[in-house]
Nanobody
């Protein structure tokens, strides 16, 4: 059974930090994990991707501010977000690639505002 559960979103002031977590479970091997986001009126975009241990992609606008990591023992992927900006406001989704299929979490809201 596949399950993705995100947590850690919330309201933060500009310049602040948040850490998102995505606890996952799958019956088959899990390869790439990733974080995506979707702001109102915009398309969903990839924020960061990671294989079993190595980050493979960061959106240009988050490079140097966000860090993706993965704990395979805990089946959890994280997104550490620092120096947050109002334009980072979006619903953040966890995505898993397993058994040739993509799976999505339910999303967690991140709002950056003073």
């Amino acid at each position: 059974q596949v399950q993705l559960v995100e947590s850690g979103g919330g309201l933060v002031q500009p310049g602040g930090s948040l850490r998102l977590s995505c606890a996952y479970s799958a019956s088959r091997f899990v390869s790439t994990m990733g974080w995506f986001r979707q702001a109102p009126g915009k398309q969903r975009e990839a924020v960061a991707l990671i294989t079993a241990s190595d980050p493979t992609y960061y959106l240009d606008s988050v490079k140097g501010r966000f860090t993706i990591s993965r704990d395979t023992a805990k089946n959890t992927v994280y997104l550490q977000m620092n120096s947050l900006k109002p334009e980072d406001t979006a619903v953040y989704y966890c995505r898993m690639f397993s058994g040739g299929k993509l799976y999505w979490g339910q999303g967690t809201q991140v709002t950056v505002s003073s």
